[in-house]
């Protein structure tokens, strides 16, 4: 028999590596060779050296070939049938430029840091006491090799797989907000020597004292859990963003995490246990920071407590506890179950007969005078299911300073660098415009959308919309060719992305085949097309409002504080005319609807987060944080179109 000849992919993956191999030297070179090698340590070199190890690895075709596999399965069928112009061979390659464009990350400088992230995560475990003793050292030695064995493998997996839909949420937004993070926290000290600052912040002070453990060792606790924040991202398989933070606590905490950690902090008096629970904590609640929907049934595990509604609790309680609703696969348990009592009686005893039969074993309370909880909706098992929920939870740094920290260091990245390059190009931009609030194809997009999230609509009545918005634009053949609202709405994209890179103005726009697979930084039209695939139609407020701020800063003003946002006139002023409402409920329960407009969205985000924190002082006052807008051409001072809350 012939031999059978590899398929394209492997084939391609193959050649592609041949042709272009980064081994780990050239990717430690690349680290250090645009850096001033003096302020890079021995130790520091050797450990970014043993992560690069991993990263060459990445590359390889027994790791490309089922990511690459991975990819394809999600792109629209007019790709992969090649009725775009591309075949498997030109997908393959274009993924394999991504994966490696995301390994040239670790190894190059940024504007951010004067070294590598590479380096950067290496600098973390010189924060760690090194023991006297040699065998408790080797112990030292061996739990750091295996922690950067484990923490490479999320940082590369979350920067590839950063989903377009959303704003960055790749690695280097995750070391970005672990700087933050400090930044915060060190400017919140009274302290003026520069070497004790950090220390004598309030937050850390409080963390010493709580987890019985130095300085050194919350500032790298701080590292781990502020870097682990968001690698959950690339297990949400389409659904709600709701769900990462859960996936993201269990991959942080994992076993080999919480081993590792254990040998790592070296104080004898720590409070291993507490640290554990209040890092999975910190990261599993770092996005409950906005009351959004109501609940009647509350659900502790073992590993976080989750809501549910009456007529779905029995379909939530499977979803959890199965071992596929976590990226580890470890089972949850629970142990016990919250009914809101103030319901009629009649529902009570429904779901507390359909809770005994799915958990007979857990204990189940009714809460009288509870009318329900608050929380924020997320997809279980499906995309769209929107079976659970996680509840949402004020932050006091009295208890909670690790979440409370996280909380206000993930928001305060919110300028535009946070967008990355083709974000900011103008036929990207262009594209937000067109599908975004008040654009030409917003109202059709938004209702595809919700016929493919809820599964709410049947093929005719999605073709009808399309015709009623469209009219002869499309013709029947294109519209019979519809048979999902995924492919309707990936359609509709596509159909924007295609007449707007169309335009003559955008014509030099090279494709990814005529560029050379090592050139990393030139935008092809192939990059701008990915980043609007699975585009959400609220992507103009989320995307928009971080173009419009240029710079962020914290200041001191008494005992209080302000951020300062800083705004491009140009951005925000013609931002700032897209109004719209976003529903929630205030500080009593009540459902309102908050007016808003692009421009001002992430300031309004960040007075959200600040609202569900408090800060407190090293003697437990509280510290008021405001908001300060100004247009960062000449400081003018900008007024907020205040979004006064209305009762629906």
């Excluded at 701080?222 to 968001?230: A, K, R, S």
Aim: proline share 5%.
């Amino acid at each position: 028999m012939p031999e059978s000849q590899p398929q394209p992919i492997e084939r391609t993956a193959t050649e592609l590596y041949a042709a272009t191999p980064l081994s780990p030297e050239v990717i430690l070179d690349r680290t250090l060779s645009s850096v001033d090698t003096t302020i890079v340590t021995e130790k520091q070199r050797a450990r970014a050296k043993a992560m690069a190890q991993h990263l060459a690895t990445f590359l390889e075709p027994r790791y490309l070939n089922p990511r690459i596999r991975a990819v394809m399965s999600r792109l629209p069928k007019e790709v992969i049938e090649g009725d775009t112009g591309e075949t498997t061979v030109h997908i393959t390659a274009r993924v394999t430029e991504r994966i490696r464009r995301a390994v040239h990350f670790f190894a190059l400088p940024s504007p951010t840091w004067p070294h590598s992230p590479l380096v950067r995560m290496a600098e973390s475990f010189d924060l760690l006491t090194v023991p006297e003793d040699p065998h408790d050292r080797d112990r030292l030695n061996t739990a750091i090799e295996r922690y950067m064995n484990d923490i490479i493998v999320l940082a590369f997996e979350q920067q590839w797989q950063d989903p377009p839909q959303f704003v960055s949420h790749d690695w280097g937004h995750s070391l970005r907000i672990a700087d933050l993070a400090k930044q915060f926290a060190t400017a919140l000290s009274g302290e003026e020597a520069p070497e004790r600052r950090f220390a004598a912040s309030p937050l850390v002070m409080k963390m010493c004292e709580r987890y019985q453990i130095t300085a050194q060792e919350v500032e790298f606790i701080l590292d781990h859990t502020h870097m682990c924040h968001d690698c959950g991202y690339p297990h949400l398989k389409g659904r709600n963003k709701s769900l990462h933070a859960m996936d993201s606590a269990e991959l942080a905490l994992s076993d080999n995490f919480v081993d590792a950690l254990s040998t790592m902090i070296q104080s004898p008096n720590a409070k291993l246990d507490v640290l554990r629970q209040d890092m999975y904590e910190a990261i599993f609640y770092h996005g409950a920071d906005v009351p959004q929907d109501r609940f009647q049934v509350r659900i502790e595990t073992d590993r976080g407590t989750f809501l549910a509604t009456n007529a779905r609790v029995a379909d939530a309680i499977a979803g959890l506890i199965a071992p596929g609703f976590t990226p580890t696969t470890k089972p949850r348990t629970i142990r016990r179950v919250d009914i809101a009592g103030a319901q009629r009686a009649e529902d009570i005893s429904a779901t507390e007969e359909m809770i005994r039969r799915a958990v007979p074993d857990a204990e189940v309370q009714r809460l009288v005078g509870s009318p329900f909880f608050i929380g924020r909706k997320f997809d279980l098992v499906t995309k769209g299911d929107e079976l659970g929920g996680v509840e949402y939870i004020h932050a006091d740094a009295g208890e909670r300073p690790l979440l409370t920290l996280l909380r206000v260091a993930d928001n305060m990245d919110l300028t535009s660098d946070r967008l990355g390059r083709v974000r900011h190009h103008p036929a990207y931009y262009e594209v937000i415009r067109r599908i975004g609030r008040n654009g030409k194809d917003h109202t059709l997009y938004a209702q595809l959308e919700r016929a493919y999230n809820k599964r709410s609509a049947d093929i005719d009545s999605i073709r009808r919309r399309i015709r009623e918005a469209l009219g002869t634009a499309i013709t029947d053949t294109e519209l019979e060719a519809l048979t999902t609202a995924k492919e309707a709405r990936d359609w509709l994209c596509m159909r924007v992305v295609n007449e707007i890179l169309a335009q003559e103005k955008y014509a030099n726009i090279p494709s990814a085949k005529d560029v050379d697979p090592a050139d990393h930084d030139t935008i092809t039209r192939e990059r701008i097309i990915e980043t609007c695939y699975e585009m959400r139609s609220d992507v103009l407020e989320h995307q928009g409002g971080c173009l419009a701020i240029s710079k962020i800063e914290l200041v001191r003003n008494g005992d209080a504080y302000n951020f300062i946002l800083h705004f491009n006139r140009r951005i925000f002023d013609t931002l700032r005319k897209i109004e719209f409402q976003e529903p929630g409920y205030d500080a009593r329960l009540e459902r309102v609807s908050y007016n808003l407009n692009v421009a001002e969205y992430q300031r309004w985000r960040l007075e959200q987060a600040l609202i569900s924190n408090t800060v407190r002082s090293a003697h437990g006052a509280i510290i008021n944080i405001g908001l300060i807008m100004i247009y960062s051409d000449n400081g003018e001072r900008i007024l907020p179109l205040r979004d006064e809350d209305t009762e629906d």
